[in-house]
């Protein structure tokens, strides 16, 4: 059996777990944090995070290296088309020319939900620059095919608001965005534990980028290690295909065909 990967902008990885590197107390805690979810992609707000633009101050890139990580730029904070794509061309320009980018455009402080019109536009802009975008959207399954015509290279639907840990609130949502992709759908926003990240993983979803679930855990370290446990889990669940759903019990060991 070919090895189970998955494939983002042409690049194959092992894990299924992305992540985030706010939030937590210092540099030295996101540094284990991540080592122990197994992640290989990792996001980071370049309007939040020094990844060179503040020579004087502590890098995340020195406990992140680019070389050990593929460093996924993100927009978080943004709210108008302009500021996402200024931030996107700041991101390429610090990181000597990469083209991998999370897109995000905020509508609203409060739910922090997505300007889908400005995202729209804005993954427009991006993808004609010659971005490889992975774009950050609601569950809307016309807005995901929409997003993936323009030639975005993963669709990256909420699972409930940023932040919220309330879970998968509309799985058949999902569900209809994967059934009818060809491009990576990854699971964003509101996975709160293990079992969640394991449920988005049982419906087919390719991955799961998480950042606060882990960071406000109460060790975040240990919940890393359970994220990285519950995606493998969700996804060899998946392969394998779970038995239907029955009204009445079915015995485990039937009596049909044995003596008496």
């Known amino acids: 059996m070919p090895e189970d ?3 983002i902008a042409g690049r194959d990885y092992r894990s299924r777990l992305l992540v985030g590197t706010g939030k937590y107390k210092d540099l030295e805690e996101t540094r284990q ?3 122990a979810s197994g992640a290989e992609i990792v996001t980071i707000a370049v309007r939040r995070s ?6 004087d101050e502590p890098n995340l890139l020195d406990v992140l290296p680019p070389d050990r990580y593929t460093l996924l730029p993100n927009t978080a904070g943004c709210y108008t088309v302009e500021d996402a794509v200024r931030t996107c061309r700041l991101a390429r320009e610090l990181l000597d020319g990469h083209n991998l980018v999370k897109l995000e455009v905020l509508g609203d402080e409060k739910t922090l939900f997505p ?3 400005a995202t729209l536009k804005a993954a ?3 993808v004609a620059d010659g971005f490889e975008v992975m774009v950050y959207t609601n569950d809307d399954p016309i807005i995901a095919r929409r997003l993936e015509e323009i030639g975005c290279v993963a669709v990256m639907p909420l699972a409930a608001p940023i932040g919220s840990g309330l879970g998968i609130r509309n799985p058949y949502n999902i569900l209809e965005i994967i059934e009818n992709a060809s491009v990576p759908i990854i699971v964003d926003a ?3 534990t293990a079992s969640d990240a394991a449920v988005a993983m049982e419906l087919g979803c390719d991955g799961v980028l998480m950042n606060t679930a882990i960071a ?3 060790k975040p370290v240990l919940m890393a290690s359970a994220m990285k446990k519950a995606i493998e889990a969700g996804r060899e ?4 295909g779970r038995m239907p759903r029955k009204r009445y019990a079915s015995a485990s060991s039937p009596i049909d065909g044995t003596f008496f």
């Open 237 to 240: 669940a998946f392969l394998a």
């Open 115 to 117: 300007d889908v019109i």
């Open 190 to 192: 509101g996975v709160g």
């Open 5 to 7: 990967t998955l494939n």
């Open 50 to 55: 020094n990844i060179g633009q503040n020579p």
């Open 124 to 126: 427009e802009i991006l």
């Open 216 to 218: 406000e855990a109460q």
């Open 33 to 35: 944090a991540i080592e």
